[in-house]
């Protein structure tokens, strides 16, 4: 009688439930990990548009209690546009672009206010009126 050699690289040895419970564990693991990455993305995002909504409300005040508002405004308006840190069209895109123009509406308001002009609500009326202002 030969003694025979069991084949553990063969298939045929692994059982069933192993093999299909091992493609289940990689397949929770895949998932897990794709989910982390989203989540690690949205965070990151997340974080990008707290620091836009705090730089156009530090840029605004700033504005209001400067001599040279136009700089402050255009500083707004130049500060990461639509679709660089955020992508475009999405809902914190929509929340950053709000806050810009609710601190460029403040600025013009204050800016009505202070100079008794009305250049209407176009922020770069606005900043080539001071500008030309100033050159006098």
Known sequence: MEAT??????????????VIATVIAVGVLACCAYLAWINLQHQIRLRFAVGQIQTFEQLKESALSSSEPEEYLQAILDHYPSGTKQPHGTKLDWLVENARSNAV????????QKTGMNMGSEP???IEA????RLK
């Not at 001071?130 to 202002?133: A, G, S, V, W």
């Open 105 to 112: 509406r403040e600025i013009i308001a204050h800016l009505r």
């Open 130 to 133: 001071l500008k030309q202002e």
């Open 124 to 126: 770069s009326k606005w």
């Open 5 to 18: 050699i069991p084949r553990l690289s063969s298939v045929d040895s692994i059982p069933k439930r192993t």
